[in-house]
């Protein structure tokens, strides 16, 4: 795969994808390195005419009045790596990891950072050559991540672990291997390692990519119940969507339809109702809203992803720094937890659309969508476990930005809980997979009980698909494993693929 040219300018969603998840190999601009030395040089020139700048020759947080001399430079900047060494378990993916590194190179080749090139250099090689430090998950309150990434900083100076060819090694090791040397520390390069918001992002990033993944995979199996339904598909239609205007429930309900493009819905029925419940009326105006909150995300994420989020920001053209704000990410955090909202909204009508399908006054079918009523249970309690997970969805959606003490001897009194609010996002949406898991054992079962009428262009595959792993429940048995095996279905990709094989078709 050709190296992606990182600028810090020009870094997408995508591009961050593939070095992320398809180790895309990546090369550092040299305009973008170029600029990097010069605001480095800004640094070496304030150090000798002795300005006082925050991260160089004075203390950070609370430290920010202790003056140490330039000959202290690597100790110090050892010294605050090893300081801020100080998060804990679990730890990060590696898929975080990477994309922790890949953002912080391409935020500090925005030129405002004062980061040495040699620094900078690591970071690429890490990447490329499969370097992947033990970063513990939390200890972050958002405000640049310093008690998370310090442990990627500690791995550049030869300490701490990392993972290497499949293994759990000492730093040095990997480093040796390679035939690489660790860093030697100059002015600032302490401070550059780990104030970023990059592992908070890296979190984003997944949740952006899961969470488009997600949306298809519900859409999709909303459409299936709809057919399990015998439903409605006038709420569907382009122009009435139109009329309101929104761009996530129109592009949701333009999804839908093609995905039911030939499905007997399309047939006149006078069993089927004038209205269907809301949790279905409305399905692609729900799927809407959690896409217009994604789409506020990726706004938001692939600004900060492409500038600089340093304090110092160092200004090379002028040669000159001015203290910064840049490290907030509340605008990030909020939208984040916007989509948590919406997510939750996607889990509490996931739970009525199973209920639905449960009851006979809505499908005609049998109640709880048994083969044989009195002789089989079928999926009587079942509600009990999506509505448990739905609860702990409610929960994880409470937003947690706004819960922060002033800390550093009450001088950083504001913070964005980013990590914490991406974490839960995380959560959020593994609950999901397993809601959708069951409505997907529902949604199909009814549609059998139909008798397996003319599905949709992609709900048919989808169907065919689902059925190869979970078969038709003629009889009462161990429901965890059909639960399970409908999880792994959709964590796993197989339905997204079966989707995405079906739409292009």
């Not at 104030?195 to 519900?218: C, F, H, M, P």
């Not at 006078?270 to 809407?288: E, N, T, V, W, Y």
């Not at 939208?335 to 006979?360: F, N, Q, W």
């Given at each position: 795969?050709e190296?992606?040219?990182?600028?810090?300018?020009?870094?997408?969603?995508?591009?961050?994808?593939?070095?992320?998840?398809?180790?895309?190999?990546?090369?550092?601009?040299?305009?973008?390195?170029?600029?990097?030395?010069?605001?480095?040089?800004?640094l070496?020139?304030?150090?000798?005419?002795?300005?006082?700048?925050?991260?160089?020759?004075?203390?950070?947080?609370?430290?920010?009045?202790?003056?140490f001399?330039?000959?202290f430079?690597?100790?110090?900047?050892?010294?605050?790596?090893n300081?801020?060494?100080?998060?804990?378990?679990?730890f990060?993916?590696?898929?975080?990891?990477?994309?922790?590194?890949?953002?912080?190179?391409?935020?500090?080749?925005?030129?405002?950072?004062?980061?040495?090139?040699?620094?900078?250099?690591?970071?690429?090689e890490?990447?490329?050559?499969?370097?992947?430090?033990?970063?513990?998950?939390?200890?972050?309150?958002?405000?640049?991540?310093i008690?998370?990434?310090?442990?990627?900083?500690?791995?550049?100076?030869?300490?701490?672990?990392?993972?290497?060819?499949?293994?759990?090694?000492?730093?040095?090791?990997?480093?040796?291997?390679?035939?690489?040397?660790?860093?030697?520390?100059?002015?600032?390069?302490?401070?550059?390692i780990?104030?970023?918001?990059?592992?908070?992002?890296?979190?984003?990033?997944?949740?952006?990519?899961?969470?488009?993944?997600?949306?298809?995979?519900?859409n999709?199996?909303?459409?299936?119940?709809?057919?399990?339904?015998?439903?409605?598909?006038?709420?569907?239609?382009?122009?009435?969507?139109?009329?309101?205007?929104?761009?996530g429930?129109?592009?949701?309900?333009?999804?839908?339809?093609r995905?039911?493009?030939?499905?007997?819905?399309?047939?006149?029925d006078?069993?089927?109702?004038?209205?269907?419940?809301?949790?279905?009326?409305?399905?692609?105006?729900?799927?809407?809203t959690?896409?217009?909150a994604?789409?506020?995300?990726?706004?938001?994420?692939?600004m900060?992803?492409?500038a600089?989020?340093?304090?110092?920001?160092?200004?090379?053209?002028?040669?000159?720094?001015s203290?910064?704000?840049?490290?907030?990410?509340?605008?990030?955090?909020?939208?984040?937890?916007?989509?948590?909202?919406?997510?939750?909204?996607?889990?509490?009508?996931?739970?009525?659309?199973?209920?639905?399908?449960?009851?006979?006054?809505?499908?005609?079918?049998?109640?709880?969508?048994?083969?044989?009523?009195?002789?089989?249970?079928?999926?009587c309690a079942?509600?009990?476990?999506?509505?448990?997970?739905?609860?702990?969805?409610r929960?994880?959606?409470?937003?947690?930005?706004?819960?922060?003490?002033?800390?550093a001897?009450?001088?950083?009194?504001?913070?964005?809980?980013?990590?914490?609010?991406?974490?839960?996002?995380?959560?959020?949406?593994?609950?999901?997979?397993?809601?959708?898991?069951?409505?997907?054992?529902?949604?199909?079962?009814?549609?059998?009980l139909?008798?397996?009428p003319?599905?949709?262009?992609?709900?048919?595959?989808?169907?065919?698909?689902?059925r190869?792993?979970?078969p038709?429940?003629?009889?009462d048995?161990n429901?965890?494993?059909?639960?399970?095996?409908?999880?792994?279905?959709?964590?796993?990709?197989?339905?997204?693929?079966?989707?995405?094989?079906?739409?292009?078709?």
């Open positions: 795969m190296a992606l040219i990182l600028d810090g300018r020009h870094l997408t969603l995508e591009t961050l994808h593939q070095v992320v998840y398809d180790r895309r190999p990546v090369e550092i601009d040299p305009e973008a390195l170029d600029l990097a030395r010069k605001a480095r040089q800004v070496f020139d304030m150090a000798a005419e002795g300005h006082p700048v925050y991260g160089l020759n004075r203390g950070v947080g609370w430290n920010k009045d202790k003056e001399d330039p000959d430079f690597e100790q110090y900047n050892r010294n605050l790596i300081s801020h060494s100080l998060s804990v378990k679990p990060c993916t590696v898929e975080e990891v990477r994309a922790m590194m890949c953002i912080r190179l391409n935020t500090a080749l925005c030129g405002s950072t004062g980061i040495s090139a040699e620094i900078l250099t690591l970071y690429k890490f990447l490329n050559r499969g370097i992947h430090p033990r970063v513990l998950r939390r200890g972050s309150i958002g405000e640049g991540d008690s998370t990434l310090s442990l990627i900083g500690q791995t550049m100076i030869g300490e701490g672990v990392v993972e290497y060819r499949g293994m759990t090694v000492p730093a040095i090791q990997a480093l040796r291997a390679e035939g690489m040397e660790p860093a030697v520390m100059g002015p600032k390069d302490g401070l550059s780990v104030s970023s918001n990059a592992q908070g992002e890296s979190i984003v990033a997944l949740v952006i990519y899961q969470t488009e993944q997600l949306l298809r995979e519900s999709a199996i909303f459409c299936l119940g709809l057919e399990g339904l015998n439903g409605g598909l006038q709420p569907l239609g382009r122009k009435v969507n139109a009329l309101r205007g929104l761009p429930q129109q592009t949701v309900a333009a999804d839908c339809r995905y039911l493009e030939g499905s007997y819905l399309s047939r006149p006078p069993k089927r109702a004038l209205q269907d419940p809301l949790s279905f009326r409305c399905g692609s105006a729900i799927g809407g959690v896409l217009d994604l789409n506020f995300v990726k706004q938001y994420m692939e900060q992803i492409n600089t989020d340093d304090n110092p920001c160092i200004f090379a053209d002028e040669g000159t720094t203290v910064s704000q840049n490290f907030e990410t509340t605008t990030l955090s909020l939208g984040v937890e916007m989509l948590a909202s919406a997510l939750a909204h996607l889990s509490k009508t996931i739970c009525y659309r199973l209920t639905h399908l449960a009851d006979p006054a809505f499908t005609g079918l049998s109640r709880f969508l048994t083969p044989v009523d009195v002789k089989v249970i079928a999926y079942i509600q009990k476990t999506f509505t448990s997970l739905d609860a702990e969805n929960m994880l959606a409470n937003p947690s930005s706004m819960d922060f003490m002033a800390v001897g009450n001088i950083e009194d504001h913070a964005s809980n980013l990590p914490l609010a991406a974490s839960k996002v995380l959560q959020i949406l593994d609950n999901l997979r397993y809601m959708m898991g069951i409505e997907l054992i529902h949604a199909a079962q009814a549609v059998d139909r008798g397996r003319a599905l949709g262009r992609v709900t048919g595959p989808v169907f065919d698909a689902f190869k792993e979970v038709f429940l003629d009889a048995r429901l965890s494993i059909d639960i399970e095996k409908a999880y792994r279905f959709i964590a796993d990709g197989r339905l997204d693929a079966a989707i995405r094989q079906a739409d292009t078709h």
